[in-house]
């Protein structure tokens, strides 16, 4: 597992660093927020990100949070004082794990772990959320082809699907492929729909 630390000290970037090796972890890199230092992140593909900000400017940790929105890694950040404000921007730009005031060797295994379980299941809730939403659009799409079906044909409900999907596998596609295409050639036959 590729880590990266960004660390503007040295000293509390070591104490991850002894951290994460005393955890069996040993492909560690402390990349200081200097410069380009997010297309940097980047190129490194890190697989997580850990940032210790120390007491951060808002600044500071605008900058942060702008390399969590770029990154989209599992990142945990540890602050040593933090306000509400704060903690909700850190949130809503997908910092995994927020860490006021814990920065011990002994709690960067713990820290990192949950980071990457809290990114896993960010994303595996985002996937099936953009699945169901595609599913909606697709089932909406398909509705439209079959009221369009039955209004130029007399059809009913179920004899519309059935031509929907006898089409879609005489022609190798997706049900709402044909839906679509129906609709689309509906629209400039100036059908209604």
Known sequence: MRIVIIDDSGLRAT????????????????????????????????????????????????????????????IAMFVDQSDEAMIGAAIDAGVS???????????????????????????????????ARTALADRKLIDRAKSILMNQRGLTEQDAYALLRSGAMNQGKKIVDVAQALITASDLLGGAS
């Open 97 to 131: 794990a927020y860490v006021v005031d814990g920065l011990r060797k002994e709690r960067v295994k713990p820290v990192l772990e949950l980071a990457v379980r809290r990114f896993n299941a960010f994303s595996r809730m985002q996937t099936e959320l953009e699945e």
């Open 15 to 74: 104490v991850l660093e002894e951290g994460l090796r005393e955890a069996g972890y040993d492909d560690i890199h402390i990349v200081p927020p200097r410069g380009a230092f997010v297309a940097r992140l980047e190129r490194m593909a890190p697989d997580v990100v850990l940032m210790d900000l120390g007491s951060p400017s808002r600044d500071t940790l605008e900058e942060m949070l702008t390399v969590s929105r770029a990154l989209a890694r599992p």
